[in-house]
C-alpha cells in the first residue's frame, strides 16, 4: 500500500459547486497532514494544515479521520481561480513528509 | 512572496556541462530539501539537510551533488546530466523535520 494515496482526477466542476476529496495513508502513527495546491507549472504552496479538529478557511474545510486513516478537503462555491491540482501531505514516520500525487481540479464557467 | 528564492529560474544545459542551482531560504528554518518534478509527474524528494547536515539521499545518481554550506543556503551542483534529467527543480525549507515546507518558485532545467 502507497504511503499516500489520492484519485488523481481530473474532477470537473461547474462554478459554484462543491467538491471534495479524500486522500488516505498508510501509517496510523501519522501526526502532522497538510494540503497544498500546486498550479500548472509552479511551485507547491501550502493550502491549509489539518487539524484533529478539523479546520476551515473561507471556503476550504479539512478534516482528519484517524480510525479510517484519511483526510479530506472540501471546497464550497467553486471559482475559476481553484482550478489546480491539490496535494495530500502526510508526516510518515522518520521525521519525514510524504506527499501525494495531487488531484487535479478544474472548475468551469 | 520571497521565503524562498531559486536562482537561475530557468536553465539550458549541454550534456557535458557542469552548473549549479542556488537556493537561499529567509525564514530562518533549519531543514532544506530538494525535490525534482518531471512533466505530469508527483514531486520526488532527492536530498535532505537539516541543520546543515544530509539526512536523507534518496537514490540519488552521483551527478547530482548537493552541498548546505549553512541553514539558510543550499545548492545543486550537476555534471555530465542525462536529457531525461531535465525538470523542475524545486527547493523546500521547514523549520523542523516533518513540519509544513515553503517552497521556491524552482529551476526550469533543460538538458540538451
Known amino acids: 500500500r502507497k504511503e499516500v494515496e489520492q484519485d488523481p482526477g481530473p474532477f470537473n466542476v461547474p462554478e459554484g459547486a462543491t467538491v471534495a476529496f479524500n486522500c488516505t495513508y498508510s501509517n496510523s502513527a501519522s501526526q502532522s497532514f497538510f494540503w497544498y495546491r500546486q498550479d500548472c507549472r509552479k511551485e507547491p504552496k501550502l493550502l491549509m494544515s489539518v487539524y484533529s479538529s478539523g479546520n476551515e478557511d473561507g471556503r476550504f474545510t479539512a478534516q482528519l479521520n484517524r480510525a479510517s486513516q484519511y483526510i479530506s478537503l472540501l471546497i464550497r462555491d467553486s471559482k475559476l481561480s481553484d482550478s489546480a491540482t491539490y496535494l495530500c501531505?502526510?508526516?510518515?514516520?522518520?521525521?519525514?513528509?510524504?506527499f501525494g500525487t495531487g488531484t487535479r481540479l478544474l472548475v468551469s464557467p | 512572496e520571497t521565503g524562498v528564492t531559486q536562482t537561475p529560474r530557468h536553465l539550458v544545459m549541454g550534456m557535458t556541462n557542469k552548473k549549479s542551482l542556488k537556493c537561499e531560504q529567509h525564514?530562518?528554518?533549519?531543514?532544506m530539501y530538494w525535490y525534482k518534478q518531471s512533466a505530469k509527474k508527483p514531486l520526488e524528494l532527492m536530498f535532505v539537510y537539516n541543520f546543515k547536515e544530509q539526512t536523507e539521499n534518496n537514490s540519488v545518481p552521483s551527478r547530482f551533488s548537493p552541498e548546505c554550506p549553512n541553514s539558510s543556503h543550499l545548492f545543486l551542483h550537476l555534471h555530465t546530466l542525462q536529457p531525461e534529467d531535465s525538470a523542475l527543480y524545486l527547493c523546500?525549507?521547514?523549520?523542523?523535520?516533518?513540519?509544513?515546507?515553503?517552497f521556491g518558485p524552482g529551476t526550469r532545467l533543460t538538458v540538451t
Open positions: 525564514l530562518g528554518h533549519n531543514a
Open positions: 523546500a525549507s521547514s523549520q523542523r523535520l516533518a513540519t509544513e515546507q515553503y
Open positions: 501531505v502526510v508526516n510518515a514516520g522518520f521525521q519525514k513528509l510524504v
